[in-house]
């Protein structure tokens, strides 16, 4: 549902048009969590995801309000991996104070058009709250490229706001050679080609800063930033102070966005 005007629009409109970054906070507990979140939020990300493993450890009904108490101001997006029952977990995002949620693509047009339902229902009640629904494309899995755009096209004609194209976390650790190839880049760029105009085209999946500045360079514009925080090691940060956390979020967005 287009909002003339509100706040969903609004953010959907800078989503497409500038460099975003957003902050994948993939811990296992609430307390590093907000440590990661808050040191990203300090270098200037865009958006602060609450990661699947964080959510599935400690609870959605207590991650989301946590979050958003703790930073009230922030474009909060929870990576559900929403399967099935879309409607109920969007409601809990929702309700909890989430801006948006990103669902699995591969669930299909029917939970799509699910979770979309629940989003015109509070973009209704408050226009002032941004609320929007991100698809995520996993590949290899709905690879190659003309089979992505196909998947992309049919998530945009159920109504959602952003797609990410996602190399999956089990796949290039299986195998090496797909992340260090060109493969999610041409994806991508392929995706982005046929509908950047119209939609957020989010890039995820461990990205280096290499890669992301090539990709940069071909014209995306919104990056998920992982925990090994740009370099090519694939070795998670979190652990790490939140003063180099927050060095390592500022360097990547600076490198990538010049």
């Known amino acids: 549902m287009t909002i003339p ?3 969903s629009a609004r953010v959907a409109a800078m989503l497409r048009a500038e460099y975003t970054f957003q902050i994948s906070v993939d811990t296992g507990t609430l307390p590093q969590g907000l440590v990661v979140a ?4 300090k270098a200037g990300v865009t958006l602060v995801e609450m990661g ?3 959510l599935k450890c400690e609870g959605v009904l207590h991650v989301v309000p946590a979050f958003r108490r703790h930073f009230p101001d922030a474009l909060l997006l929870a990576d559900m991996k929403t399967m099935d029952g879309g409607a109920f977990e969007a409601e809990s ?3 909890g104070g989430g801006n948006i949620i990103d669902f699995l693509a591969i669930s299909g047009v029917d939970t799509a058009r699910a979770i979309v339902g629940v989003r015109d229902g509070y973009r209704q009640q408050n226009p002032d709250v941004p609320r929007l629904v991100f698809a995520d494309i996993l590949v290899p899995h709905q690879g190659p490229t003309d089979a992505a755009v196909d998947v992309a096209e049919q998530m945009l004609a159920a109504g959602v706001d952003g797609v990410g ?3 999956q976390l089990d796949a290039r650790r299986a195998d090496p050679e797909l992340f260090r190839s060109g493969y999610l880049a041409d994806v991508v760029r392929a995706v982005h080609a046929r509908v950047g105009d119209r939609a957020s085209v989010q890039v995820v999946g461990g990205l280096t ?4 500045k090539g990709l940069a360079a071909a014209g995306l514009k919104a990056f998920v930033i992982s925990g090994n925080l740009g370099f090519d090691d694939g070795v998670a940060r979190y652990g790490r102070p939140a003063a180099e956390i927050e060095a390592g979020v500022r360097g990547f967005m600076a490198a990538v966005a010049g």
């Open 209 to 212: 800063i290499a890669q992301a």
């Open 165 to 167: 194209v996602h190399l």
């Open 93 to 95: 995002v929702f309700a």
């Open 5 to 7: 005007h509100s706040a």
């Open 52 to 54: 699947t493993p964080l």
């Open 38 to 41: 808050e040191a990203a939020l």
